[in-house]
């Protein structure tokens, strides 16, 4: 089992941006449907290891980017989230 944060957006412009946004960043996240066990409405949220999530909320926030919550789970290890380089290709 492993542990990671999921931050949600009000709207779907806010999720895309924070995509668009992190791209440059050194973090590992991806982008997923909102887990049922945060909410029942459908949307996008951003998967990512929990020690990243400060500095990802800070750097969002910072870039005008509205967060509407984060949220901790405990699931199946799968996949480790994807590294974007400065390019925005893993």
Same mark, same amino acid.
């Given at each position: 089992? %492993?542990?990671? /944060?999921?931050? @949600?957006? $009000? @709207? ?7 995509? =668009?946004?992190?791209?440059?960043? $050194? ?5 997923? $449907? #909102? !887990?049922? &066990?945060?909410? &029942? &409405? /459908? %949307?996008?949220?951003?998967? /990512?290891?929990?020690? =990243?999530? &400060? %500095? ?11 967060? =509407? %919550? #984060? ?5 199946? #290890?799968?996949?480790? !989230? ?9």
């Amino acid at each position: 089992m %492993g542990i990671y /944060c999921y931050l @949600t957006f $009000p @709207t779907t412009y806010f999720a895309i941006r924070a995509e =668009d946004l992190l791209k440059s960043r $050194p973090y590992h996240f991806k982008m997923v $449907p #909102v !887990p049922r &066990s945060i909410s &029942s &409405s /459908c %949307g996008t949220a951003l998967r /990512c290891l929990c020690p =990243d999530v &400060s %500095g990802i909320k800070r750097y969002l926030t910072e870039n005008n980017v509205q967060i =509407d %919550g #984060v949220h901790q789970l405990e699931e199946k #290890v799968l996949k480790p !989230p994807k590294l974007f380089t400065q390019k925005g290709k893993p």
